[in-house]
């Protein structure tokens, strides 16, 4: 019973609002915060209502990432989604980096915002 209650806890909890999972990457000596999907447009309202970072799906120009973190892949294949998503803040700017698998090709759009 404990069991099932902490599973359902802990269900509950890693999904957002909008319907996406999340999960804490250790990505080199960062630990980022990804929100996984298959539909683009949560994540655009994701970034919207945490970030307010208005983004045009329809005009993404994406770029083939050969270097995307195996834990990445990971995750997003273990959830069997084609979107993820985090965010991180360095020297006054918020970067925004947005992932998307297309068959067995990975690719990425990069944002970024001054917050000083």
Do not use: P
């Not at 806890?9 to 960062?30: N, P, R, T, Y």
Request: glycine residues 4%.
């Amino acid at each position: 019973m404990r069991k099932t209650v902490f599973i359902l806890i802990f269900l509950f909890f890693s999904v957002c609002a909008w319907g996406q999972a999340e999960e804490e990457i250790l990505i080199g000596d960062l630990l980022l915060k990804y929100s996984f999907s298959n539909d683009i447009k949560d994540i655009e309202k994701a970034i919207l209502s945490r970030f307010e970072i208005s983004i045009d799906s329809s005009e993404i120009t994406w770029t083939e990432n050969k270097v995307l973190d195996i834990k990445v892949k990971n995750a997003m294949d273990k959830r069997n989604v084609d979107y993820s998503m985090t965010s991180w803040i360095e020297n006054w700017y918020r970067y925004i980096i947005i992932n998307r698998r297309v068959g067995n090709k990975w690719f990425f759009v990069v944002y970024q915002k001054y917050i000083g």
